[in-house]
């Protein structure tokens, strides 16, 4: 078994902030994953990324950067904080790009901005 | 254009009774995944079964099942004997084999009436 840890838990920024989350996973997961989900939405893709130092778009990447400098975390960056927004950021990972596998999903980090 | 559409919102349920999740996708590709996934008040988001496009028979796991209608490009999830504690947003996704990215979508809110 494995788990995927985010910090912080709870992130309360500025508007125009840059905000920095962070993912750690101890599966040994090739792919990791960033999610945005709105209050009774679905998940939306942020970026991916399938191995160190790899980064891919999703369809939501503008107003974010994502960094994978080691195989373990995962970092995303909100380059601008847009005032009242909120949503819960969800990390994930799964073993391998190609395979016939699941994703498992951290508890997420809540993002208000004020 | 959404990839993955889950019509139903939210749905009531008498505990003990059988519930099925609608949901419809979206793809050209001949090989892909389908998944079901559950999130609890929490927020914590868990696995709950897969099915392969290339595989006939219907996925089960536990008191979960799917119904794959490949030529409706339908995969229910059904639930038998519902309990208390499976009241959760379920959420449908689909990855493409070959890509990375899963598409989900919107999720069904189920509670389970006592």
């Known amino acids: 078994g494995g788990i995927i840890t985010q910090t912080p838990k709870f992130l309360i920024g500025q508007e125009g902030q840059k905000l920095t989350l962070k993912c750690q996973q101890n599966?040994?997961?090739?792919?990791m994953y960033w999610y945005r989900q709105d209050s009774g939405k679905g998940l939306r893709l942020i970026y991916y990324?399938?191995?160190?130092?790899?980064?891919q778009k999703g369809d939501l990447s503008e107003g974010y950067d994502a960094s994978r400098e080691k195989k373990s975390s995962f970092s995303l960056t909100v380059t601008s904080a847009q005032k009242n927004e909120m949503a819960v950021f969800l990390c994930?990972?799964?073993?391998?790009?190609?395979?016939?596998?699941?994703?498992?999903f951290g508890p997420g980090t809540r993002l208000l901005v004020l | 254009a959404q990839k993955v559409t889950q019509t139903q919102t939210s749905i009531s349920v008498m505990e003990k009774t059988t519930v099925t999740m609608d949901c419809v996708y979206e793809?050209?590709?001949?090989?892909?995944?389908l998944f079901w996934y559950k999130q609890t008040a929490s927020g914590e988001i868990v696995f709950l079964i897969r099915?392969?496009?290339?595989?006939?028979e219907n996925a089960t796991v536990g008191h979960y099942s799917l119904n794959f209608q490949k030529p409706k490009s339908s995969i229910g999830l059904i639930i038998t004997a519902t309990q208390i504690e499976d009241s959760a947003v379920y959420f449908c996704?689909?990855?493409?084999?070959?890509?990375?990215?899963?598409?989900f979508g919107k999720g069904t809110s189920l509670t389970v009436i006592p």
């Open positions: 996704a689909m990855r493409e084999a070959g890509y990375q990215n899963f598409y």
């Open positions: 994930a990972s799964s073993i391998w790009w190609g395979a016939q596998d699941t994703q498992y």
């Open positions: 099915q392969d496009s290339y595989k006939k």
């Open positions: 990324s399938i191995t160190e130092n790899d980064l």
């Open positions: 599966f040994n997961h090739d792919t």
């Open positions: 793809t050209q590709d001949s090989s892909y995944f």
